[in-house]
């Protein structure tokens, strides 16, 4: 089983930048497809990033492209999500998650960590 924890979130003012941490279990595998969401109140749930573990491959939702950017470090089985010119719409709980790569559904889920962007 896959345990994932984030941290990093906090309040930021527009313009500015926050880094995002996904620490996963030791049973995490090269066999992993890792991603990033976020969910506002009242919204649903929004894909944001993946990147495949063994590869470092990453996709990216329009939305953030050239803004957020997806990696991570094998050693410390740990995801991150540096994201730069925050906006006030970027507001909202982010989570992360993992899944098999040959498989679409994302069984795996951190608690969230809230980002809140200031006017």
């Known amino acids: 089983q896959v345990q994932l924890r984030e941290s990093g979130g906090g309040l930021v003012q527009a313009g500015g930048s926050l880094r995002l941490s996904c620490t996963a279990s030791e049973r995490t595998f090269s066999t992993y497809t890792m991603g990033w969401f976020r969910q506002a109140p009242g919204k649903e749930r929004e894909f944001l990033a993946l990147i495949t573990w063994s590869s470092g491959t990453t996709v990216y939702a329009d939305s953030v492209k050239g803004r957020f950017t997806i990696s991570r470090d094998n050693a410390k089985n740990t995801m991150y999500l540096q994201m730069n010119s925050l906006k006030p719409e970027d507001t909202a709980v982010y989570y992360c998650?993992?899944?098999?790569?040959?498989?679409?559904?994302?069984?795996?889920w951190g608690q969230g960590t809230q980002v809140t962007v200031s006017s």
């Open positions: 998650a993992a899944r098999l790569k040959l498989t679409p559904v994302y069984p795996y």
